[in-house]
């Protein structure tokens, strides 16, 4: 396996690096950025170097990549940049931890990362550019498309479709048999009985859906 150069160097990407070298047994040699955003000459004791000039100084044909940042701008920058890395010629790498319960038939697809204690239930499929964070629940049958974000301890039933560019918060639950829309923001909570729309935006816990207009997540 080639060593692995991380795009990012927030707490996000401090997190990945840790499941990468102390589960995967991935040698990480330094964290990239655009050269307007670095801040620091190291990241616990790699260098920074400058995403412009990262093919000078590891060049895709010996480093592979992971392009770790949140679900800023509902994951879309996290995409953009995974497209423009692979445009430099990098393969973006994935990791399944050990420590989660997953069926011997999932396969990761670029850039997507699946923690610890998830359940991953037979016949699930996850997308390219995928975050599960840690405890999540994903039901038989179901389908996380690309680009989306899972934080701690949702629970997604059986046979659901999650929509490109989707957040799901922490402890949010879904019902089975339910497709929720491209770019939805599931808040912490949440709790989601029915097909959503795209782009729509769902915050707290009620019965059915409680919406919120999308311009109270600009921040995200």
């Not at 004791?45 to 000078?56: A, I, S, Y």
């Not at 430099?88 to 069926?103: D, E, F, I, N, Q």
């Not at 701690?152 to 048999?177: E, K, M, P, W, Y």
Request: charged residues 20%; contains cysteine.
């Amino acid at each position: 396996m080639r060593d692995v150069v991380i795009f990012g160097a927030g707490q996000v990407a401090e997190t990945i690096c840790w499941y990468l070298a102390e589960e995967g047994g991935r040698n990480v040699v330094a964290f990239t950025v655009d050269a307007p955003y670095r801040t620091a000459d190291e990241v616990l004791g790699r260098p920074v170097v400058d995403f412009e000039t990262l093919t000078k100084t590891h060049p895709p044909d010996r480093f592979e990549m992971f392009v770790a940042i949140s679900y800023l701008g509902i994951n879309r920058v996290r995409a953009a940049k995974a497209a423009e890395a692979e445009a430099k010629g990098y393969v973006l790498t994935s990791h399944l931890s050990p420590r989660a319960m997953a069926w011997p038939g999932l396969e990761l697809q670029p850039n997507t990362i699946v923690m610890e204690a998830n359940v991953i239930q037979p016949f699930v499929s996850i997308g390219r550019n995928v975050i599960l964070w840690s405890g999540n629940h994903v039901g038989h049958h179901t389908t996380i498309e690309d680009d989306c974000f899972i934080a701690s301890h949702a629970v997604i039933s059986g046979h659901c479709r999650i929509g490109q560019g989707t957040f799901i918060g922490v402890n949010a639950t879904l019902r089975d048999n339910i497709t929720i829309g491209p770019r939805n923001v599931i808040g912490a909570g949440a709790l989601i009985l029915a097909d959503t729309p795209e782009n729509g935006v769902f915050m707290g816990q009620a019965t059915e859906m409680s919406r919120v207009p999308s311009n109270r997540l600009r921040g995200i």
